[in-house]
């Protein structure tokens, strides 16, 4: 047999030998047209694999452990796995096939110039990383090999780790063939991560299969941690169209694996290395452009390793694998979980699934503990290493202590389509064996509550909606949702609110923030939060609304008390526009348009605009729109929308169009202010009502003013999604857009069309 039955370099395989030499090298072979730099090396075959299969004589033994299992018998799987890896390992290597690999090793070496060149081995399974079959994790690899017998050492073990415990598991359960699935091993370089960084991404977000972002996880040293969930690593989300940055978060990053000693080992990072991030902005953007090239090629979303080699300061991809969670979904349904009850919150953490789920308590230490858990317990470990496959699959849901987004806990999780909280920092100590328990991960904080409570399911199918003339668009608060939202066939968003990001994610009054120097706090959280509602529904419109805290409100963050009034009535006192241009607030103010202006120059996100909340005179109105020019939002590149919520916005509709661009009628404070009635009150809240006639003609009366003057009108209050007749009465009166909430979008959207037809 020739040499090139048995191993062959990189760049002369593509993805049409996944057959051959398996996914991974395939795919790498692939990158190379593509300009992606990838590390230099070599694959042996499947042919190789075979052949070392036959040639030793252990095919009859590895049938004969096989022959029997039960897989969900986890003590007998462990003693037959155990038996047939010691079986494959110690086998020698027949010498042609060894031959062949050295000799391909040596010129490696020769082409580095170097001898005996520190290389990486990993596995290449032959039905690894198809659209279909997620094998992730599943077989080893062995870092810092160096030398020739630790090379053909390290190859019978990648060998060997085709029959782990997991790998085995997953075929039985998937009815793939034992023997028809073949491992190659990818040789490469060694890349000095541990000098630097690296991680994982995904061309999408891996959670909710968004599909115009770039989630990426990065942390010091070599990435197996990050995939094992042993350190908290940093997080990025980049949007794809523009390579913008829409969130940087700092992960722990408490320990990186480096080497030592020809081996690796795990050590602490310095504290000041771990309040740092571990890319650069240039190097996220870098890392996203190669990921984005590598998916269209693909023409399917991408699970890429990476690392930056640190002698090299080079960036370089070490697998790249289709996403087969989202990749492979057809159709788009809507489910939405909702807790029905609430009870005390135990603990937080990242959350995993945009789903519910409640079940009993089992705490495990290690693996050696699997046959505890039960169907439908939640499984709470420090982490979820990938050998726990077999048992996952019992669990009603999954709670670490430490790992990320793409951590093994969280794939699985998701593969598994079960909720997951990850990095909770205590879950261990916190929860015990038989404890009731609900893990809610319906936004981006999971809790997990006492007590298994009820929850609801909502299911909407989104295709096939008839579109409309009329504009529907979503009110829309937590940025936590706007990925799953992304899916409604809305047009855009009439009413992204800052109240919820200041409140979820900041917690303290701004003023409180500029004492303390901490705006770029701030100016992060709500940078993040717009940016994630702007780019779900990119290139649609979606309109922010500037603060609207009342005194009252701003008085529960943390400080506000230093810094806001009592008032008798905050409804009508110190709020929306009257605060942006005090100079009490003018600062905190210019916090929220330095947000604005990174998220629309510095994400790119141009389909965000500005509304102005209770705007109560035009000479207001002005003030307004220069300070914001002054803070670096113009209005030659930005419209601007005015609230429609006071009488003297209706009065005044025609000196109000001539400031801004459009208008955006805001139904409970209209309603309010029109009839005299605090909305609060429960004494009048018979004489509330969106439908009374004062109402509805200033409604009618601002649309026919507005329209005269060429500008749009759009109703963000709560009326459309709580009175399903009001939706009626607005088309009649030639509104431009409705806005409701996105429990009721099919049914307005389907409202809208009958009203049109």
């Not at 075979?50 to 007998?76: K, Q």
């Not at 913008?244 to 700092?250: A, L, M, P, T, Y």
């Not at 390793?305 to 289709?322: I, K, S, Y």
């Not at 005299?676 to 409604?699: C, H, Q």
Request: hydrophobic fraction near 40%; charged fraction near 30%.
């Amino acid at each position: 047999m020739s040499r090139e039955t048995f191993v062959r370099r990189l760049e002369t395989v593509s993805g049409d030998d996944t057959d051959a030499v398996g996914g991974k090298s395939a795919n790498l072979g692939e990158l190379a047209d593509l300009d992606v730099p990838v590390l230099p090396g070599f694959t042996t075959t499947a042919s190789a694999y075979d052949y070392y299969v036959e040639e030793t004589g252990i095919h009859a033994a590895i049938e004969s452990e096989l022959d029997g299992l039960d897989v969900d018998d986890v003590a007998d799987l462990q003693r037959r796995g155990e038996r047939i890896r010691r079986t494959i390992s110690e086998a020698s290597m027949p010498s042609q096939l060894e031959s062949a690999i050295l000799e391909q090793y040596a010129e490696l070496g020769d082409e580095l110039g170097i001898d005996d060149p520190e290389v990486a081995v990993r596995s290449s399974a032959t039905a690894e990383d198809l659209p279909q079959a997620s094998f992730a994790g599943q077989q080893e690899t062995f870092l810092n090999v160096a030398g020739e017998t630790a090379l053909i050492k390290s190859i019978k073990h990648c060998f060997a780790s085709l029959f782990t415990d997991r790998a085995i598991a997953y075929r039985e359960n998937n009815d793939f063939d034992h023997f028809d699935v073949k491992l190659a091993c990818t040789v490469q370089k060694m890349g000095r991560a541990d000098l630097a960084s690296s991680g994982v991404l995904f061309t999408l977000d891996p959670d909710t299969g968004f599909e115009k972002v770039v989630t990426i996880e990065a942390a010091y040293g070599f990435g197996e941690p990050i995939v094992q969930g042993v350190v908290d690593p940093d997080r990025y989300v980049v949007f794809k169209p523009t390579t913008g940055i829409v969130e940087k978060e700092r992960g722990g990053k408490s320990q990186r694996m480096v080497r030592r000693n020809g081996g690796t080992k795990l050590e602490a990072v310095p504290e000041a290395d771990r309040e740092q991030f571990a890319l650069s902005d240039d190097r996220i953007k870098e890392l996203a452009t190669y990921a984005t090239r590598i998916e269209d090629h693909f023409e399917t979303p991408q699970d890429i390793e990476w690392l930056v080699d640190g002698d090299l300061d080079e960036l370089f991809v070490v697998q790249a694998r289709p996403e087969t969670v989202h990749g492979a979904a057809e159709g788009t349904v809507l489910r939405t979980y909702s807790l029905a009850e609430t009870a005390e919150s135990l603990l937080e953490g990242v959350a995993i699934g945009n789903a519910i789920a409640s079940g009993t308590v089992r705490v495990l230490s290690d693996q050696r503990e699997m046959e505890q858990v039960e169907e439908g317990d939640v499984l709470v470990t420090e982490i979820t290493d990938p050998d726990w496959v077999p048992v996952m699959k019992r669990a009603s849901a999954i709670v670490t202590d430490k790992g990320g987004k793409t951590s093994h806990a969280a794939i699985v999780a998701r593969e598994l389509g079960i909720p997951a909280i990850v990095r909770t920092g205590a879950a261990t100590e916190t929860l015990a064996d038989g404890d009731h328990v609900t893990v809610d991960c319906a936004a981006d904080t999971g809790h997990v509550y006492e007590g298994e409570l009820e929850y609801t399911v909502d299911e909407e199918v989104v295709d096939d909606l008839p579109e409309t003339d009329t504009d529907v668009k979503l009110i829309l608060g937590d940025p936590g949702r706007a990925f799953s939202l992304a899916t409604l066939p809305v047009d855009g968003v009439g009413l992204a609110r800052e109240e919820f990001i200041v409140t979820a994610h900041v917690g303290s009054h701004p003023l409180e923030l500029l004492e303390r120097g901490e705006e770029e706090r701030f100016i992060d959280a709500l940078r993040t939060g717009i940016a994630k509602i702007g780019a779900a529904f990119y290139p649609n419109e979606v309109i922010f609304r500037l603060s609207d805290f009342k005194t009252d409100e701003y008085r529960n963050l943390e400080g506000g008390w230093k810094y806001e009034p009592e008032e008798a009535n905050p409804m009508l006192g110190w709020r929306g526009a009257s605060r942006y241009y005090d100079e009490v607030f003018r600062d905190a103010f210019r916090l929220e348009c330095e947000a604005l202006r990174q998220v629309r120059e510095e994400v790119g996100l141009d389909n965000v605009i500005v509304m102005v909340p209770f705007c109560r005179t035009p000479e207001e109105g002005e003030r307004v729109l220069e300070l914001m020019a002054d803070y670096g939002l113009s209005r030659e590149e930005m419209d601007v929308y005015v609230m429609a919520e006071l009488p003297a916005n209706i009065v005044l509709a025609d000196q109000f169009s001539e400031l801004f661009d459009g208008f955006s009628i805001g139904s409970n404070d209209l309603t309010q202010l029109t009839l005299g009635v605090d909305r609060n009150s429960e004494k009048l809240a018979p004489l509330f009502d969106e439908t009374n006639e004062s109402v509805t003609r200033s409604i009618t009366s601002l649309i026919e003013e507005a329209h005269r003057h060429d500008r749009p009108v759009g109703i963000c209050g709560d009326a459309p999604s709580t009175i399903p007749e009001y939706t009626a009465f607005l088309l009649e009166a030639d509104i431009d857009s409705i806005s409701v909430s996105p429990d009721v979008v099919v049914e307005t959207i389907l409202s809208v069309a009958e009203f049109e037809s």
